[in-house]
Each structure stands twice: as C-alpha cells, then as structure tokens.
C-alpha cells in the first residue's frame, strides 16, 4: 500500500542551502507548516547525523501552527569540486487522539500511516563580487570616527608645538643678541670679573634655551610618529 502524501508544508520544499564560508557553523532554516486540523507528529532525520545539530528534530504541530526548524551545519575544510550527497529527510504523522507518549506513537506507528518528505542539501560559496558588495555597504562604525577625530586633535596639537619652537626659536635668538651687546659693553669695561660672570650667565641661558627647544622636538617627533602609526593601521 502506498504511502499517503505528506500533509506538512515545507519551506523550502526540496533544497536546503547552506551559503560559506564554511569555517563556522552555516544555518539553514526549515519551516514546517500544518495546514489540518489534527496534530502532526514530525521528525527531521539526516544521511550525515555527525555534520548537522538540528533543533527541535522533533516535536508535534498544532492544527494551522509551524515550527522553525534550525539546521546547523559544522565547520569543515569546503571542496568546490566536490558535490554534497547529504539528504534530509522529514517524517510525518497525524497525532493519536489522546496521545500522551510521542516516543510511543512512533514505535507502533503502521507503514502507511507514515509520510516523509526528502530535502537535498547544497553548499554554496559568495562570489567575489558579493564579498566586495558587503564590505562596502558595511556601516563606517563609531570607532573609525572616532580615531578621525583623534587624528584631527592630534595634528592641530602637532601645529601648535611647531607654533611653540617657532616662539623658542625666535627667543634664542634674541638671548644670543642679548649675549652679544653684553659681551661687547664687558669688553669696553675692561672688566675680568665681570666678563666671566656674563659668560657664565650667558652659558647657562643658552644651555637653558637649547634644552627646552630639544624638548619641544622629542614632543613633536613623538606625536608624528604616533599620527604615522595611525595612519599605517
């Protein structure tokens, strides 16, 4: 006797699409739908019980209710040239009036009371292009804005400490003027003590003014490198 034909509606009916990268669990959904007014037994059973978690495989559907079906496929190394032979398939029956042990029902379940379904399984790669198309419809998160904004801070704190040797600069130079004249009324003073004691301070301004402008340059050199490295990333 022939098997009566399967009362679930399935989504989709033939073909369960599993879309790589393959590295990570890939999840195709199967929706069960029951379109009687019995309840409906169902079972999802697989040819590869070890590639796939499926959750719930089993279960029973009220009259007009669905079920989703999440079928979860294990990483494994993909092989284009190699075509899946894995096959679903969902098994079906009206519920016993009264039932009250599924596990049961399934046992003493006749042949022709049985309906199934059976659903291929095919793996599929995104194209190249589909890889770009998704990269740049991808939303520029806060985080790239942010280190915008960081960048923007950091060059306008680079424009002020160039400003800032600028002035250190023009400051030298107006204590090495200074020294000069100094100098110049020692030397027409004719002073032996008073010369070393302007060569001293002038000694200790310049070295005071030389220091800060190093300073000044290992800080900027600094905050140019970390805008390089900023960049570079």
């Known amino acids: 006797m022939a098997r009566p034909e399967q009362v679930?509606?399935?989504?989709?009916?033939?073909?369960?699409?599993?879309?790589?990268?393959?590295?990570?669990?890939?999840?195709?959904?199967?929706k069960l739908t029951n379109p009687t007014d019995r309840n409906v037994c169902f079972k999802v059973k697989?040819?590869?019980?070890?590639?796939?978690?499926?959750?719930?495989n089993s279960g029973v559907i009220d009259p007009g209710n669905s079920v989703n079906v999440s079928v979860m496929l294990q990483p494994f190394d993909y092989d284009p040239n190699e075509k899946s032979k894995h096959k679903f398939m969902v098994q079906s029956m009206l519920a016993p009036y009264?039932?009250?042990?599924?596990?049961?029902?399934?046992?003493e379940a006749k042949p022709e009371e049985l309906m199934d379904s059976k659903l291929r399984c095919a793996f599929e790669m995104p194209l190249e292009n589909d890889k770009t198309s998704e990269l740049s419809t991808l939303p520029?998160?806060?985080s790239a804005s942010l280190d915008d904004g960081e960048v923007k801070k950091i060059m306008e704190e680079c424009k002020r400490l160039q400003m800032e040797v600028h002035r250190l600069r023009e400051e030298n130079k107006q204590i090495r003027e200074d020294d000069?004249?100094?100098?110049?009324?020692?030397t027409s003073m004719g002073s032996p003590h008073s010369s070393s004691s302007s060569a001293m301070a002038t000694s200790t301004m310049r070295d005071e003014g030389l220091s800060t402008r190093i300073l000044a340059l290992c800080v900027l050199f600094f905050v140019i490198g970390v805008i390089i490295g900023k960049l570079a990333l």
């Open 8 to 30: 679930l509606v399935l989504e989709p009916q033939h073909e369960l699409k599993f879309r790589g990268p393959f590295t990570d669990v890939v999840t195709a959904t199967l």
């Open 46 to 56: 697989t040819t590869a019980p070890r590639r796939y978690c499926v959750r719930p």
């Open 98 to 107: 009264g039932m009250t042990d599924m596990e049961g029902v399934w046992k």
């Open 140 to 142: 520029k998160s806060a």
């Open 180 to 186: 000069g004249l100094r100098k110049r009324k020692v």
